[in-house]
């Protein structure tokens, strides 16, 4: 099992930037792809980005591709998500989640996802 504690989020202007951390308990960290998500207001919770177990292959919703990148850290249990160009769209309660799948690529449906953390808040103001 692992447990997720995200931290980063906060208020921000249109086309700023914040840099979001997921750490991770455990060493077995390095045995999970890791997935972020996103929760605007009365909607839906939508994938974000997601990252392999070696940080090899990386995958972006349409949405974010250019402005956001993902990363992870296997030393240091953390993956990040580093957001740019924040647009007043991207505001909302911001998940990572940790998906043991033994296979080589990432998913973008949350049912694959066995662990999420509590979530962090992303304002962007206009």
């Known amino acids: 099992q692992v447990q997720l504690v995200e931290s980063g989020g906060g208020l921000v202007q249109a086309g700023g930037s914040l840099r979001l951390s997921c750490a991770a308990s455990g060493r077995t960290f390095r045995n999970y792809h890791m997935g972020w998500f996103r929760q605007a207001p009365g909607k839906e919770r939508e994938f974000v980005a997601a990252?392999?177990?070696?940080?090899?292959?990386?995958y972006y919703a349409d949405s974010v591709k250019g402005r956001f990148t993902i990363s992870r850290d296997n030393a240091k249990y953390t993956v990040y998500l580093q957001m740019d160009s924040l647009k007043p769209e991207d505001t909302g309660v911001y998940y990572c989640a940790a998906d043991s799948g033994s296979y080589s690529y990432t998913q973008t449906r949350e049912s694959y996802y066995d662990y999420w953390g509590q979530g962090t808040q992303v304002t962007v103001s206009s």
């Open positions: 990252i392999t177990r070696s940080g090899g292959r990386l």
